[in-house]
């Protein structure tokens, strides 16, 4: 049954591995050994990002979603990963720390995770989710900000490594 409202509220899913994140292990190493941004980057970290706009006031929404991920592993697998549940805030960033959220170029949210969890898994009061990836970027203290977006885009083989511009977009929050 489909809620009849249409005030809904976003509410963003941070998934993080309780082990070492090799792909983001693997990327520092390529960043700091391979790319010269060892005197710039200090550290990286990567989590699985979801965006969620679910029907309802902000503490009934959020108390929905977090059902949704303590009653599925659609979000987190708890044998392997964390999960937080929050409302959309911003900034993220803060000092010499970034938040870059990427995600397909088409946009964020994508038609098929919302009919999942809305039609497959019975949770009707989704009204849209999405999917991507959040980089965290931790700047050496006195390091421009500038290296963040020359960190994140490929733009050469020699410059930037972790979201093609051609496929995706970013936003640092």
């Given at each position: 049954m489909a809620v009849k409202t249409t005030k809904h509220i976003e509410l963003e899913v941070f998934v993080t591995l309780r082990v070492v994140d090799r792909v983001a292990l693997t990327a520092r190493q390529a960043l700091t050994e391979r790319l010269a941004y060892d005197d710039v980057l200090a550290d990286l970290k990567r989590q699985d990002y979801y965006r969620v706009a679910v029907a309802g006031e902000e503490a009934e929404?959020?108390?929905?979603l977090r059902q949704i991920a303590a009653n599925t592993t659609f979000f987190a697998n708890p044998n392997k990963e964390t999960c937080a549940v929050e409302h959309v805030t911003r900034p993220?960033?803060?000092?010499?720390?970034?938040?870059?959220?990427?995600?397909?170029?088409?946009g964020l949210f994508d038609e098929s995770l919302r009919?999942?969890?809305?039609?497959?898994?019975?949770?009707?009061?989704?009204?849209?989710?999405?999917?991507?990836?959040?980089?965290?970027?931790?700047?050496?203290?006195?390091?421009?900000?500038?290296?963040v977006e020359e960190i994140?885009?490929?733009?050469e083989?020699?410059?930037?490594?972790l979201l093609n511009p051609h496929a995706e977009r970013y936003e640092i929050v």
């Amino acid at each position: 049954m489909a809620v009849k409202t249409t005030k809904h509220i976003e509410l963003e899913v941070f998934v993080t591995l309780r082990v070492v994140d090799r792909v983001a292990l693997t990327a520092r190493q390529a960043l700091t050994e391979r790319l010269a941004y060892d005197d710039v980057l200090a550290d990286l970290k990567r989590q699985d990002y979801y965006r969620v706009a679910v029907a309802g006031e902000e503490a009934e929404a959020l108390t929905y979603l977090r059902q949704i991920a303590a009653n599925t592993t659609f979000f987190a697998n708890p044998n392997k990963e964390t999960c937080a549940v929050e409302h959309v805030t911003r900034p993220l960033s803060k000092d010499n720390r970034y938040v870059a959220l990427v995600y397909p170029h088409a946009g964020l949210f994508d038609e098929s995770l919302r009919r999942y969890l809305a039609q497959d898994l019975g949770y009707d009061r989704v009204v849209a989710a999405g999917r991507g990836v959040a980089w965290t970027i931790e700047l050496a203290p006195g390091v421009d900000k500038k290296y963040v977006e020359e960190i994140l885009v490929a733009r050469e083989r020699t410059l930037g490594l972790l979201l093609n511009p051609h496929a995706e977009r970013y936003e640092i929050v």
